[in-house]
């Protein structure tokens, strides 16, 4: 069982940065790719990122490429999304998603384990 609990979200103007963590309890960290996912009241949950267990390849969703970033230490546990630049469509409940051994994909139901979530919003 992999229990995942993400912090980092809050109230920003637009243009600024977060920085979003997960913190996984699981022994075999190194072994799960990661996601993180997004939904508004209303809407599907929608791909932001991912990357492989690796570390080595990371993937992105076209609205956030080139101001998000997705990034993992494997010894400690933790998956990061750093956000920059963002925008007033940006606002939504930020997920972490983790699936054993797989390649990365851009599907929510891929992914076996779910945070809690972590709300981002963002002021115009």
């Known amino acids: 069982q992999v229990q995942l609990v993400e912090s980092g979200g809050g109230l920003v103007q637009a243009g600024g940065s977060l920085r979003l963590s997960c913190a996984a309890s699981?022994?075999?960290?190194?072994?799960?790719?990661m996601g993180w996912f997004r939904q508004t009241p209303g809407k599907e949950r929608e791909f932001v990122a991912a990357i492989s267990w690796t570390g080595t390849s990371t993937y992105y969703a076209d609205s956030v490429k080139g101001r998000f970033t997705i990034s993992r230490d494997n010894a400690k546990n933790t998956v990061y999304l750093q956000m920059s630049s963002l925008k007033s469509e940006d606002t939504a409940a930020y997920y972490c998603a983790a699936k054993y051994l797989s390649m990365a994909t851009m599907r929510a139901h891929d992914y076996a384990y779910w945070g809690q979530g972590t709300q981002v919003t963002v002021s115009s």
């Open positions: 699981v022994h075999t960290f190194s072994t799960y790719t």
